[in-house]
């Protein structure tokens, strides 16, 4: 544009500065303040000569206020100046002002209108450069009103006999097309009689015209799916023919021409067997038959993988399509690796066994550099695990978890959890598995780590003796994890005698002894790295093994003392509650404190999160201080319905004598009661989405007068996987929103599992709430 300029200043007289003194002077300029003092001199001069009516060098200024638009500054008075030079008869000042029409006007506003009868007339000028150029600026910015009126002439243009001008016609047609979709049936007939063309350029123009019809209308898609054969033959013309220097580009004979063609043929064999079987044939020679090691013929072998995988192929070709995706992710290029990741990962659910034959190269990527690349890798990689090669997997993965850098360490620790929950060959390989992540990544795994694994192991009874020793010699090597400390204490409390025991078949014997757990206990409960949850699951975890041993208990009785005190208030209530129980209730201590019961599972190969959440919450039951009927200062206010335990778990706990006045005001004292089972009364569950075999289902919770929180369920009853799952939720300005990690990101086929997420809804204001689908 700015060699444009120049030259257009030449070409009249220059009644102020010229342009190339005025860039030297703007450019000259050591401050901004400068700079904008130059440009606001220049630019009072040029208005001052708009104003004149007899100017002779209109077109060198409105070049030198082109350059001032493109520096960023106001140019919007000379959009009259732009009306009034493509109205001249003179080609010189044609040029300059459809240069600023296309630069200053846009279809916003009303200035554009006005420039419609010029274009028009422009249209049938006899030179070509001026229809050429009025084409140019209908095409970049013509309103819908402009495209309508002028889209006859176009047709007319592009049954031209000059090549030059049908090019500028096709192109100028796809703009009109997207403006105003109904007037692509126009162009139809214009369009199919171009790919008779010799013409390159008419042929780039015409397949991208054909290209948005076919995509706009499916009609249209019918229709020209006749056209089938006459692309092949171009595009065979392009591959077999000789050495052109006016279109070879590193030896690939024109690859632009080449990409539109196999984008607009993947567009017409979609979904269709017999346009699908015309270009097998095709295909295969493109793929076999371009050079891959230069970008060029990269690009063209891309777009033919594409194509191959995206219509109804023959099941060698698309092996063909994969295996040339394996080659590009041995390219050097970053780029190139990139893409052929992406590919794969689409193709992965469909063609599983010849990706699989890239695995290595796959899991090479995991070593790249690059973190796109990287996290690209590790999405196919995760796709790629299956029962038969689970262990091999696993060790790649593991081994990536333990240096990969922190943004993709939450994704890859679910994604080893998935993969392991679903081919785990053996139950004490899964509890391994899983404990090896936790010591590796602990900070970074859901929150629904922890009482799915405390699940895992509670089914599994004859591991129970090893993965208490292992827990226990981890606690002693780090307690920075707090998630595998939260597991190791729980283990400790629940299996406690077994460790103590220190005879387990499956790993070496252990002498440990009753003071050894308790000061392991104590550490975590001392330590400045463990989080309040944590604490409490170790305070829970010392007041189980009181049941479990028989010289510490007086010990264990003055560390929950101790904590009576604390002034984190939920441990200091969990110590006042186990106090109680020492004091008042001491005959049902061992009953209360006894193991929990297996944990069901809701659907077979997964776990609920949330119910197992809740289960544990009975396992280590809360201080009743998050009890409504003991909320001691009443901060939420008073509740119609006070919070009920579970009667599934509660069932198996005895029932405790409770005070009669179990209320805010009640006995404070009596800290146990309340606890008393009684029937829960199920959330409704609504279903808020059913479509392509996939459904959402919401329930909610109410917590306050001001507080809600909602589940998220998504199951997949289709027969492929569902992979890279995401829930978006949105809620007015008044509602505050905060969505929890979901329990994963993939939907198995057939309802095999299910994805749920948890939405807390906080609204102060107390608007009205609906769910709108």
């Not at 590796?440 to 129970?464: C, F, K, M, W, Y």
Request: hydrophobic share 40%; charged share 20%.
């Amino acid at each position: 544009v700015l060699t444009f300029l120049r030259t257009s200043s030449r070409t009249s007289m220059s009644p102020s500065v010229p342009l190339q003194e005025m860039i030297r002077a703007i450019r000259s300029a050591r401050t901004q303040c400068e700079e904008r003092g130059v440009i606001q001199r220049e630019c009072a001069a040029i208005r001052a000569q708009f104003r004149q009516a007899d100017n002779g060098g209109r077109s060198h200024n409105l070049a030198k206020l082109l350059y001032v638009h493109m520096l960023g500054y106001p140019a919007h008075f000379g959009q009259m100046e732009c009306v009034r030079m493509i109205a001249s008869p003179r080609y010189s000042e044609k040029r300059v002002g459809y240069l600023g029409a296309m630069m200053l006007l846009d279809e916003k506003q009303d200035a554009s209108l006005l420039i419609t009868n010029s274009i028009k007339n422009d249209l049938s000028h006899s030179n070509q450069y001026v229809q050429s150029l009025a084409l140019c600026t209908l095409a970049c910015m013509g309103s819908a009103e402009m495209c309508r009126d002028l889209a006859p002439e176009i047709d007319r243009l592009l049954r031209a006999s000059n090549s030059y001008i049908k090019k500028k016609a096709a192109l100028c047609a796809v703009h009109i097309v997207r403006k105003v979709h109904d007037l692509g049936e126009l162009f139809a007939p214009a369009a199919r009689s171009l790919l008779a063309e010799k013409n390159h350029g008419v042929l780039h123009g015409a397949v991208v015209l054909i290209t948005e019809l076919c995509e706009r209308n499916p009609e249209t898609l019918e229709r020209f799916r006749k056209t089938v054969p006459d692309l092949v033959q171009i595009m065979k013309g392009l591959v077999i023919s000789g050495y052109s220097p006016e279109h070879d580009v590193a030896g690939i004979s024109d690859p632009f021409l080449q990409v539109r063609i196999l984008r607009l043929l993947r567009i017409l064999g979609r979904n269709n067997e017999a346009a699908s079987d015309a270009m097998n044939d095709l295909l295969a020679q493109v793929a076999t038959n371009t050079d891959s090691t230069k970008t060029v013929g990269n690009a063209v072998l891309y777009e033919t993988v594409l194509t191959v995988l995206d219509i109804k192929s023959e099941s060698g070709l698309r092996v063909l399509a994969v295996n040339i995706l394996g080659r590009f992710l041995l390219n050097n290029d970053r780029n190139i690796r990139y893409i052929a990741m992406t590919s794969l990962q689409r193709i992965v659910g469909t063609d599983h066994n010849a990706v699989q034959r890239h695995r290595g190269t796959i899991v090479d990527c995991l070593k790249d550099q690059d973190a796109s690349v990287k996290r690209r890798a590790l999405e196919l990689s995760l796709a790629l695990v299956s029962a038969t090669n689970i262990r091999s997997m696993m060790k790649e993965l593991l081994l990536f978890l333990s240096s990969c850098p922190l943004e993709l360490r939450a994704q890859a620790a679910s994604g080893i959890f998935n993969a392991a929950e679903r081919y785990a060959p053996s139950q004490r390989w899964h509890i391994d598995t899983i404990l090896h992540v936790l010591t590796t990544a602990g900070g970074d795994v859901r929150d629904e780590t922890v009482p799915n694994l405390i699940q895992l192991i509670t089914n599994t009874s004859e591991l129970h003796c090893y993965t208490v020793h292992k827990l226990y010699r981890a606690l002693l090597s780090d307690i920075s994890q707090q998630s595998l400390v939260q597991v190791a204490c729980w283990c400790i409390g629940e299996y406690g005698d077994l460790l103590l025991r220190g005879e387990c078949q499956e790993t070496e014997p252990v002498q440990v002894t009753e003071d050894d757990v308790l000061d392991a206990l104590e550490t975590v409960l001392q330590s400045h790295m463990s989080a309040p949850a944590t604490r409490g699951f170790a305070l829970t975890a010392t007041m189980k093994l009181s049941t479990r041993i028989t010289d510490n208990v007086d010990r264990i009785r003055s560390i929950v003392s101790i904590y009576g005190s604390c002034i984190d208030v939920e441990l200091q209530q969990r110590a006042v509650e186990y106090n109680a129980l020492f004091k008042k209730y001491d005959h049902m201590r061992a009953a209360v404190l006894e193991r929990m019961p297996v944990i069901e599972k809701n659907s077979p190969g997964h776990t609920n999160g949330e119910s197992t959440r809740e289960a544990v919450k009975e396992f280590f039951p809360p201080p009743c201080g998050s009890l409504q009927v003991c909320d001691l200062l009443d901060l939420l206010g008073g509740s119609e319905e006070p919070l009920q335990p579970n009667p599934a778990v509660g069932s198996t706990l005895p029932v405790l004598p409770v005070s009669t006045s179990s209320t805010a005001g009640g006995d404070l004292l009596d800290l146990l009661g309340g606890l008393e089972p009684t029937p829960l009364t199920p959330a409704p569950t609504v279903t808020v989405y059913e479509k392509g075999g996939v459904t959402l289902t919401l329930s909610s919770e109410k917590q306050s007068d001001s507080g809600l929180t909602v589940t998220l369920t998504a199951c997949n009853s289709t027969d492929s996987d569902i992979s890279s799952f995401t829930l978006q939720a949105a809620v007015p300005k008044s509602v505050q929103l905060h969505m929890k990690a979901p329990s994963g990101d993939s939907l198995p086929a057939r309802g095999a599992a299910k994805v749920t997420q948890m939405v807390a809804l906080s609204n102060p204001n107390k608007v009205g709430l609906q769910n709108t689908q």
